[in-house]
């Protein structure tokens, strides 16, 4: 039906903060996708397609933010990946961009020097990470040792399963 | 191998993952999704009961499949039975499934909620938190309905862990911005607010983000946050870098939290207490003073973080827009970070500027830095970075630098990127007509724009020029005499022409003196240009040369013999063989004086509102543009425009832009459309009388032919329903979502959905023109007898918008309560003005009594025994009727379900017969209906009919079922 399709972005974004973030390798490939927002499969394709495209052009002295349909996209690269959030016009930039690295933190406090392998075969627990660290688009808990000491209960319960499970 | 596998890894899903990144193609790897999947579904569908661990992994297979961009469609009933395992991680990969997955499976839906609800009262705080997570990423209406009464409660409760404070705070946001309507937060508002003086930072953090968005919506509800918010701030702001702890960032303490803080208090004006006040002019004073202090670490995190917070502070400094003393030095240190190394500040500055420059207590200071600015525009390696310069050059000029700055952004236009050169065109046209002191500046620069940037500038800017020129006495000789020589140019853009040909045509006398320009040197030079055009152009000048034959009689054997050769009356072009014929007739037929009246010069335009300037605001939305547009139209009491009604009336628009959805614009076109009253319309009457004589001339194809305006009534009073308003309405009776109604303007989707004796139904309403519609309003009734009948609630999320942009969208949400049976329909209507004609329209709206049907499930013999009782002769309705669709039984069920009532299979003793029960839930009363439809399918004939407690209801039914088949 036409009407989806028609429907403006804008209007369905204008009453969120981050809209979501895309985590992608510099061949395209898309690591980790969240969305704070509620869109169709098709409409995610379609953005994440026309995202990584306009990002993976750009040069690397050029500035982090890029104004891209009615969003503000705020981007950085950590050596393969992009780490790149969508937010709305009024937000700011600078502070977006540091919740990207408190993210990059995160991960690499967790798995010990993170790299792209890791969020690939463990990206159940990347999502668990960001979940505890950003919801609903908002921040939700800025602490590091308040995340990871989450993160590491959670980890602590399954460990405890495990070894029960092995005797 | 992965690096790492932390806690307990699933081998399995690991081995999965290296196999598909082993895949030397797209088909290897879609080969061995289908195997897995394969696997997987053999596994859920095998005799054997899967453990827990076993179940996990596969789900997690699955999510893995998913993001990997293929499609899966099972596996959720599996997830959802991971929901209620005891086992934390199983639970976890459950929720994480349903949260990326989500279905909108109502069967699955309750399933959900109701394991949400058992870890909501498990008292475990980890499991609470992950049930939370759940509602937060998935926000669905249904969830909010299951939990929202339920959450603030859990926010609030003195015995809560943080962490469960802290996701119950966010997951209460996420719920109000999906349904606020099922957010009550009443008593709880005070408590909530209090959270800002929370302990523990992190809630703090959490709660601050609900808090803000609920301040955007009941600011007065909500204000005691003020001080709350400005004490908090001033203790973050005034605290020593190590004081807070872990939630200090790279030397900078509560980095979020101070941008939260900062961004709540933009909700509200400045406090009127005065100490709070003080308190807070302190608080931004300091983050000022911070920003020149040497900076405590080379980390760029260092001084991201504390710049983020001064471009708060900065926002809220504009926002309040009242303390010039912060104002300007908000400015000075914007100023610095032009020039900044740090691209990212460099942009950000020159944004933050934008805004500075419409505050009159800072627009000087911006101005100070407009080299810098330019210096910009030139040297930045980013097209996005140069875009800021530009924006802020627009926004910095006014009439003493406006010289400066429309020759810089020419030149800049002359290299610009080709993405941003449109909306530069359109800049510079705006400022050249702003500004202009003297016009002959104004025409030169509109044709050097012409002449730099042709192709993209829109017919808005020509447009413009063209009514200015008409407008202004003063200026049409200098136009003429400019165009004149533009047009020597041995390549000239096609837009230049278009220009030239219509100033030459109404005032190339002006500078006929001159032999070098003479009439016949004119009429050479812009038939030079002829072949090289498009027909639109062409077209429109061949209405310059019957102007110039009225002009100078002495070029009127010339142009006749032009219009006379084949090419022109034999143009295989319908609209330029008949003007050529018609002018050509015209020409040798009418007398001078009647030559003279037609082809009198153009009455000057009305004057509103810039053409150009609502393109520019359609480019950019309405807010990017109107708040320094106001502004400067306050300080510069507008010039061109005469001081005009400044409104959002669109007459000038239509003016400019009635000729658009013709492809043949031109003066004639333009003309017609002017409401000037008297010349255009008998000039449009008089061609057609000529000609009436003459042949089967078709009516001129630039009177405007649209059928739908010229239907309209131009009455304010609601229009009478279309005539195929009934037809629009029957093609809903069994459908909820689709398209409404269509014509060339205005496009209109409905959505609804109901539920018992309510529903709610959005309304889409799309421009599909290019031009904005204004005073649009919409209005509901129900006529008659219906009043006392159904309900409309206008409940809208925002109000429709008076204005509907050129291809734009606008939403509308009616919930409707059905309070009793009913058969009219209500009624829509929809008023706008569409390029200043009214457009009034009135449309049945798609409520039919069935939509509020409960479909009922019975065997055989309560059918037969309830179809006894109904046996009444006036509670039975029957029709019999040819078939006007279809007769496909997969078509008829289709439609039997879309109705609402349950199809029940195996009662009635033929087979091929339908019958179906339903209930009617109204506030008032139920009512219980049953339905036979009888097909033949030899006759082609249906004999349908329906047996409900109600006659009144069963008549209605059987007519409107009766369409349907």
Request: proline share 4%.
């Amino acid at each position: 039906m036409s009407l989806t399709t028609h429907f403006p972005l804008c209007f369905l974004f204008s009453l969120f903060q981050m809209q979501f973030m895309l985590l992608f390798s510099r061949q395209g490939k898309l690591r980790l996708q969240k969305w704070y927002v509620p869109l169709s499969d098709k409409e995610k394709k379609k953005i994440t397609r026309e995202l990584v495209q306009t990002v993976l052009a750009r040069k690397p002295k050029m500035c982090s933010f890029l104004e891209w349909r009615d969003l503000k996209i705020v981007y950085k690269r950590y050596a393969s990946l992009y780490f790149c959030c969508a937010i709305e016009d009024q937000d700011n930039e600078l502070i977006t961009l540091e919740i990207i690295h408190r993210y990059v933190e995160l991960l690499d406090k967790y798995f010990g020097s993170v790299c792209e392998l890791d969020i690939i075969f463990n990206f159940e627990k990347a999502y668990f990470i960001l979940d505890e660290f950003l919801l609903g688009g908002e921040a939700q808990e800025t602490s590091k040792k308040n995340v990871l000491k989450a993160i590491e209960q959670a980890d602590l319960l399954q460990e405890v399963r495990h070894r029960m499970k092995s005797k | 191998m992965p690096a790492v596998s932390k806690g307990d890894g699933m081998r399995g899903l690991a081995v999965f993952i290296s196999d598909i990144r082993n895949c030397k193609s797209k088909e290897a790897e879609i080969k061995r999704i289908n195997k897995e999947l394969a696997n997987i579904r053999s596994k859920f569908k095998g005799d054997k009961a899967l453990d827990g661990y076993s179940k996990k992994k596969y789900v997690c297979k699955l999510l893995f499949i998913f993001l990997l961009g293929h499609d899966i469609d099972f596996g959720h009933m599996e997830a959802v039975n991971l929901l209620s395992s005891n086992k934390y991680t199983e639970k976890q990969i459950g929720y994480l499934f349903i949260s990326v997955l989500v279905n909108s499976n109502s069967e699955l839906i309750r399933l959900i909620n109701n394991a949400i609800k058992n870890d909501l009262s498990s008292r475990n705080p980890t499991f609470m938190c992950l049930a939370l997570h759940c509602i937060a990423n998935v926000g669905s209406r249904e969830m909010a309905e299951a939990f929202a009464s339920e959450i603030p409660r859990i926010l609030v409760a003195g015995d809560t862990m943080d962490s469960v404070k802290q996701s119950a705070a966010l997951c209460l946001l996420r719920l109000y911005k999906t349904s606020p309507d099922l957010v009550l937060m009443g008593e709880w508002t005070s408590r909530v607010v209090h959270l800002l003086n929370d302990q523990h930072m992190g809630v703090v953090t959490a709660a601050i983000s609900l808090i803000t968005c609920l301040s955007q919506k009941n600011p007065d509800e909500f204000k005691t946050c003020v001080s709350l918010a400005v004490s908090r701030l001033s203790r973050i702001v005034s605290s020593a870098s190590t004081d807070l702890q872990d939630y200090t960032y790279y030397f900078v303490p509560a980095p979020w939290l101070s941008c939260k803080l900062l961004r709540l208090l933009q909700c509200y004006p400045p406090p009127e207490d005065g100490a709070v006040k003080g308190r807070l002019v302190e608080c931004l004073e300091t983050i000022l003073n911070k920003a020149q202090e040497p900076p405590k670490s080379k980390k760029v995190q260092h001084s991201n973080a504390k710049n983020a917070i001064l471009f708060e502070a900065i926002s809220l400094i504009i926002h309040y827009d009242s303390e010039p003393n912060l104002l300007v030095r908000a400015c000075n240190q914007l100023g610095q970070f032009l020039q900044h190394r740090e691209t990212n500040l460099r942009y950000l500055a020159l944004e933050s500027m934008c805004t500075l420059a419409s505050s009159e207590f800072s627009h000087e200071a911006v101005k100070t830095h407009i080299e810098t600015v330019i210096n910009a525009l030139k040297t930045e390696r980013d097209v996005s970075v140069r875009q800021r310069a530009a924006d802020l050059l627009y926004a910095m000029c006014d009439r003493s630098n406006a010289k400066q700055i429309v020759a810089e952004m020419l030149s800049y236009l002359e290299t610009a990127d080709y993405s941003i050169r449109e909306e530069m065109v359109l800049k510079v046209a705006i400022l050249a007509e702003k500004y202009a002191v003297d016009y002959s500046w104004y025409v030169d620069t509109i044709l050097n724009l012409i002449r730099i940037a042709g192709d993209y500038v829109s017919e808005e800017v020509w447009y413009r020029v063209i009514q200015i020129v008409i407008n202004r006495d003063d200026v049409q000789g200098y136009a003429a005499k400019t165009v004149f020589e533009a047009l020597q140019a041995p390549a000239c853009h096609e837009n230049m022409v278009k220009v030239g040909g219509y100033i030459l045509g109404e005032f190339g006398n002006l500078i006929a003196g001159d032999p070098r320009s003479s009439p016949l040197v004119q009429f050479n030079l812009l038939h030079s240009k002829f072949h090289l055009c498009s027909v639109p152009t062409r077209a429109l000048l061949l209405s310059a040369y019957i102007k110039f034959i009225n002009l100078f009689p002495e070029t009127k054997a010339t142009i006749q013999e032009v219009l006379r050769c084949d090419s022109q009356i034999r143009n295989s072009d319908v609209e330029l063989q008949q003007r050529a014929v018609e002018y050509l007739k015209l020409s040798s037929i009418a007398s001078t004086d009647v030559l003279a009246t037609v082809l009198e010069e153009m009455p000057p335009f009305p004057e509103r509102e810039s053409s150009i300037l609502a393109k520019l605001k359609k480019k950019k939305g309405p807010g990017a543009v109107s708040v320094t547009e106001l502004e400067d139209n306050k300080r510069e009491g507008g010039e061109l425009n005469g001081g005009g009604d400044r409104g959002p009336d669109t007459a000038a628009m239509a003016a400019s832009n009635a000729s658009t959805p013709s492809p043949s614009a031109d003066l004639l076109g333009i003309r017609s459309a002017a409401p000037v009253g008297a010349p255009p319309a008998s000039t449009g009457s008089l061609l057609v009388d000529v000609f009436s004589e003459a042949g089967p001339a078709a009516p001129s194809a630039a009177v405007n032919d649209d059928g739908f305006l010229s239907s309209a009534p131009p009455s304010e009073d609601p229009a009478p329903p279309l005539s195929e308003a009934d037809e629009l309405l029957n093609k809903f009776v069994c459908k909820n979502n689709g398209v409404l109604f269509e014509n060339q303007l205005l496009q209109i989707g409905i959505k609804s959905e109901y539920r018992q004796n309510l529903g709610r139904m959005y309304l889409f309403y799309g421009n599909k023109t290019s031009v904005q519609f204004a005073s649009f309003t919409t209005t509901v009734s129900c006529p008659g007898d219906l009043q006392s009948h159904i309900l409309f609630l206008n409940v809208q999320t925002k109000p429709v918008e008076p204005l509907v942009e050129g291809g734009a969208q606008i939403q509308q949400v009616l919930n409707i309560e059905c309070l009793t049976d009913f058969s009219d329909a209500p009624l829509l209507n929809i008023k706008f003005r569409y390029g200043g004609a009214l457009q009034n329209l009135t449309l049945k709206l798609p409520v039919t009594i069935n939509k509020f049907f409960q479909p009922t499930e019975m065997s055989s013999h309560d059918f037969f025994q309830r179809w006894k009782q109904l046996s009444q002769p006036q509670q039975e309705a029957q029709k019999i009727f040819k078939a006007n669709h279809s007769m496909d039984t997969e078509v008829l069920k289709a439609k039997l379900l879309g109705l609402g009532t349950a199809l029940l299979d195996n009662v009635d003793p033929n087979p091929e017969n339908y019958v179906c029960a339903g209930v009617i839930q109204t506030k008032s009363q139920q009512v219980g209906c049953l339905l036979r439809l009888e097909p033949n399918a030899q006759a082609q004939m249906y004999r349908l009919t329906l047996r409900c407690s109600k006659d009144s209801v069963s008549r209605r039914l059987c007519e409107l079922l009766a369409q349907q088949f």
